[in-house]
């Protein structure tokens, strides 16, 4: 005995529960995001291919075009460096501090600012370049 099976002449596709996905992952993803905000301080970074990503709250330096030098923001002479940094830094060994240094700044001065960090007693440091 063969049973005959009822076929629906109008199959459709519901996309209602796939919108929902979507918009749970757009939700997800725009609140796990790291929007990190950028100094106001005109600097185009040099590039490098082996460079990587650091994230985490840090002191940052500034080397300009024009040889300027900026800590959080704050222009500094390069012979004050190690005494604002002495300020600035609470941890010796935990804080860390970027270097940004524009691709055509003096090479002489961001010696000068490592020197600087380095005589602050601050051994967590890195100069910060872009990635290629």
């Known amino acids: 005995m063969e049973i005959e099976r009822k076929r629906y002449g109008n199959s459709f596709f519901n996309t209602a529960p796939l919108v929902d996905m979507v918009f ?3 939700l997800f993803f725009v609140l796990t995001s790291h929007l990190i905000k950028e100094s106001a301080i005109k600097i185009t970074l040099p ?7 650091e994230t985490r709250d840090v002191i940052t330096i500034s080397i300009t075009e024009e040889n300027t030098v900026y800590i959080m923001n704050m222009q500094v002479k390069i012979e004050d460096i190690k005494r604002e940094i002495t300020k600035i830094v609470k941890n010796r060994d935990a804080d860390f ?5 524009d691709k055509s ?3 002489g001065v961001l010696v000068s600012v490592i020197d600087g960090v380095r005589l602050a007693g601050i ?3 890195s100069i910060i370049t872009e990635r290629r």
Request: no cysteine; proline share 0%.
């Open 47 to 53: 590039e490098s291919k082996t460079a990587t990503a």
């Open 105 to 107: 700044a003096d090479v």
């Open 123 to 125: 051994r967590n440091y």
């Open 97 to 101: 501090i970027q270097i940004k240094a």
């Open 24 to 26: 749970l992952l757009l």
